[in-house]
Nanobody, 125 residues
Framework: QVQLVESGGGLVQAGGSLRLSCAAS????????MGWFRQGPGKEREFVGA????????YYVDSVKGRFTISRDNAKNTVYLQMNSLKSEDTAVYSC??????????????????WGQGTQVTVSS
């Protein structure tokens, strides 16, 4: 079992920045591929990005490329989502996810076994 807890959400003006954190406990964190997903009001859950075990490989949805950066610190069992140049359409509940069976970065939420409870990000225009 892996337990995930997100933090860092809040209210920010358009053009601003936020950094989300996802702290993991339980089984070996460094063996898990980590993903970030979001679900906006009235929308389906959407893949944001993912990061490999080592942190050397990342993968993003087109709408956040160049604005969002995923990183991880395996010594701290934490993955981060740095969000810059935020837009109103980025408003959503952001959740991190983990899986130790994945061998490639995946945008499919069904491939991730463990999920955090989510943190709200609201971008005002």
């Amino acid at each position: 079992q892996v337990q995930l807890v997100e933090s860092g959400g809040g209210l920010v003006q358009a053009g601003g920045s936020l950094r989300l954190s996802c702290a993991a406990s339980g089984r070996t964190f460094s063996s898990h591929i980590m993903g970030w997903f979001r679900q906006g009001p009235g929308k389906e859950r959407e893949f944001v990005g993912a990061i490999s075990w080592s942190g050397e490989s990342t993968y993003y949805v087109d709408s956040v490329k160049g604005r969002f950066t995923i990183s991880r610190d395996n010594a701290k069992n934490t993955v981060y989502l740095q969000m810059n140049s935020l837009k109103s359409e980025d408003t959503a509940v952001y959740s991190c996810a983990a899986d130790d069976r994945l061998r490639i970065l995946s945008r499919n939420p069904a491939r991730y076994a463990y999920w955090g409870q989510g943190t709200q990000v609201t971008v005002s225009s």
